[in-house]
């Protein structure tokens, strides 16, 4: 027996498997003896050693595999056993703590995030979606237990940086939002020279650069949700959506979904997987709310407090979702008189009427019709009008600057694309055929009385007199350009030809 251990020893084995007097003599050699009487014994021991030789190979390829995953994973992730010791980390992490991978393993987690509170964690099984800082960087951060056979035998850490997350919350909005929520028209677009007009696009510009809240008002027609487009197209909002609802457009339950939402089950009939409200869809964009006055009490309460907390709840919801929202509200009523009735909460006027506009109504600016019509008819001659409905506005502009426009640049859109569509019986050799525009165009007409054409001779004839007033219009806007025919012609909607044609006229 001390043979074939010497013998052993000098072909290097460090084991020897025998009786006892084979392990003593062999830890007289200095080797390893283990204590085996029988042959079978001695096969079965070898057999399981292999088989757990080889489900350590298995574990430690899996764990070569899983660390190669977390190697290029960009979220932050560690793992800690029971007493909070730091076992392994991704390099996303030790990025995140401004560490290097060596410098982190083997440290309580609770010395490398001061902010996140293990011992909670462990008490509750975990802590999900807290906004703690690490080193220099704001991360949302979740701790999820290891379970091992139903036991716990440690805790997980994800952590990803705040704005990434804010990223992907944004491309999540985009996805859900439809392509419909854009902003059409630009402050440059909105017609007008007069000094009330200008002041006004001043300050919608100064007004674009701020975040804060906008109040529009004016009579209803006067291109309120145009000029609420037109600053979101000058703001840093411009890439955001624009989001417009008419609040006297919708019954008081209906409004409250289509702004805040509602989630799944919220109340009969309700959209399965619920709806995001216009709030959510404006996000990082710009919410006009028109006609703000007819909204219903109850909900300038839930308006007030999105205005003042910044984060809505949907229909059915428990947990509030935090919005980057500009609110451009705009009404044609007195705000200060639907106080004193009741009908309007004192706060949120106060939290509306931050920035304040105010449209003129057509009527106090009768210089800007000539522009505004030239702007309407060269929209609706791409459209394809009948021969002469460019010589309408132009022939009509006496009539127009003395009407008193009830309905503002809405009905003066209505009374150009009317006119031009009749501009071969409204337009005669003599100009206007006053008695074809009362018929087609009586709102111009009113207060005035049509005479027969029996007695076109007489000087207090309508034909005549309309005539004579285009003719002095045409020559006072000759006269201000300077006798320049192009600028007068431009200025007066009508072709040269056509200018041409009216002062020969004249003289």
Known sequence: ARQ????????????????????????????????????????????????????????????????????????????????????????????????????????????????????QAFAEGGEENRVIRLGSHAVVSNLLPILENGQRTGLVLTCQDTTAVQRADQRIRSTRRPGAFTARYRLEQLDGNSRANREMLQLARRFAASQSTILITGESGTGKELLAQGIHNESPRRQGPFVAINCAAFPETLLESELFGYEEGAFSGSRKGGKPGLFEVAHRGTLFLDEIGDMPVPLQTRLLRVLQEREV???????????????????????????????????????????????????????????????????????????????????????????????????????????????????????????????????????????????????????????????????????NCQGNLDEAARQLGISRTTLWRRLRAVR
């Open 313 to 479: 709840l949907r229909l059915g919801g428990t947990e509030p979702i935090a919005i980057d929202v500009r609110i451009i509200a705009a009404t044609h009523q007195d705000l200060r008189s639907a106080i004193v009735d009741g009908d309007f909460r004192t706060d949120l006027y106060y939290r509306l009427n931050i920035l304040r506009l105010q449209t003129t109504p057509l009527r106090e600016r009768p210089e800007d019709i000539a522009l505004i019509c030239r702007g309407i008819s060269q929209r609706l001659l791409v459209q394809g009008q009948p021969p002469g409905a460019a010589d309408v506005p132009g022939a009509l502009l006496p009539y127009l600057t003395r009407h008193g426009w009830p309905g503002n640049v809405r009905e003066l859109e209505n009374v150009i694309e009317r006119a031009m569509l009749s501009a071969r019986e409204l337009l005669g050799e003599h100009g206007v055929d006053e008695q074809y525009l009362a018929r087609v165009l009586p709102e111009l007409c009113e207060g005035v009385t049509p005479t027969s054409r029996a007695r076109p001779s007489r000087e207090s004839d309508l034909h005549s007199i309309g005539k004579a007033a285009q003719l002095r219009h045409v020559q006072e806007t000759l006269d």
């Open 4 to 119: 074939e251990v010497e013998q052993a020893a000098r072909m290097g084995c460090r084991s020897i498997i025998g009786s006892s007097t084979v392990v003593e003599l062999a830890e007289q050699a200095g080797l390893h003896g283990v204590l085996s009487l029988s042959e079978d014994t001695v096969r079965k021991a070898l057999e399981e050693a292999v088989g757990i030789l080889d489900s350590q190979r298995i574990e430690i390829a899996k764990r070569r595999h899983l660390n190669a995953v977390l190697q290029h994973i960009p979220t932050g992730v560690a793992a800690v056993d029971n007493q909070g010791v730091v076992q392994s980390l991704n390099p996303a992490l030790a990025q995140l703590l401004d560490l290097p991978l060596s410098a982190a393993l083997g440290r309580p987690l609770q010395q490398l995030c001061p902010e996140l509170d293990l011992q």
